[in-house]
T-cell receptor
Framework: QQQVKQSPQSLIVQKGGISIINCAYE??????FPWYQQFPGKGPALLIA?????SEKKEGRFTISFNKSAKQFSLHIMDSQPGDSATYFC????????FGTGTSLTVIP | GAVVSQHPSRVICKSGTSVKIECRSL??????MFWYRQFPKKSLMLMAT?????????EQGVEKDKFLINHASLTLSTLTVTSAHPEDSSFYIC?????????????FGDGTRLSIL
């Protein structure tokens, strides 16, 4: 059973546009929601994370929006750049991390 | 930031060989380390959770006699794939958690590409 559902599977965005990736979860016990960025042949790198006591967290061009009642959270990448092209994974945690299925983002110049 | 070093980055070996992969936390102590397996264009599949000084906890379906995990110190965990076969070919990634809080971030190594001929 997939604990965390992630969409879309792939995303193509123009340079300067906004990239939006969505995740949904079922287990209300989850209390930590990180996003990871992974380049080919590399391990995932922590991008930004949020806890359920806040509805939004922003770090530079990256923003997490969190909707506790809907059990959804999303990653917004503002002013997307070609260097942002990578695979993005959301995760939800209650000790153990449960990862989404990943979104392959391509930012075209 | 927290750095996790994984070695080797790539291994190519013959069927039947045992392969050891090391995972080190370079600038922090990791009570807990995790081993994942990732198939091409797929998500990370947790194989086992490794706690320093105790036996690893394996996920359902993961053979503990096949994938031996040792976490003898707060900065080093090893995964040994015993008698590897072509179906064991995959991208293996470790992560380390900083601190005792179970919801601290996990920091990942750069993975090991294992190819069994």
């Amino acid at each position: 059973q997939q604990q965390v559902k992630q969409s879309p599977q792939s995303l193509i965005v123009q340079k300067g546009g906004i990239s939006i990736i969505n995740c949904a979860y079922e287990n209300t016990a989850f209390d930590y929601f990180p996003w990871y960025q992974q380049f080919p042949g590399k391990g995932p790198a922590l991008l930004i994370a949020i806890r359920p006591d806040v509805s939004e967290k922003k770090e530079g061009r990256f923003t997490i929006s969190f909707n506790k009642s809907a059990k959804q959270f999303s990653l917004h990448i503002m002013d997307s750049q070609p260097g942002d092209s990578a695979t993005y994974f959301c995760a939800a945690s209650r000790g153990q991390f449960y990862f989404g299925t990943g979104t392959s983002l391509t930012v075209i110049p | 930031g927290a750095v996790v070093s994984q070695h080797p980055s790539r291994v190519i070996c013959k069927s039947g060989t045992s392969v050891k992969i090391e995972c080190r936390s370079l600038d922090f102590q990791a009570t807990t380390m995790f081993w994942y397996r990732q198939f091409p264009k797929k998500s990370l599949m947790l194989m086992a959770t490794s706690n320093e000084g105790s036996k690893a906890t394996y996920e359902q379906g993961v053979e503990k006699d096949k994938f031996l995990i040792n976490h003898a110190s707060l900065t080093l965990s090893t995964l040994t794939v015993t008698s590897a076969h072509p179906e064991d070919s995959s991208f293996y990634i470790c992560s380390a958690r900083e601190g005792a809080d179970s919801n601290q971030p996990q920091h990942f190594g750069d993975g090991t590409r294992l190819s069994i001929l």
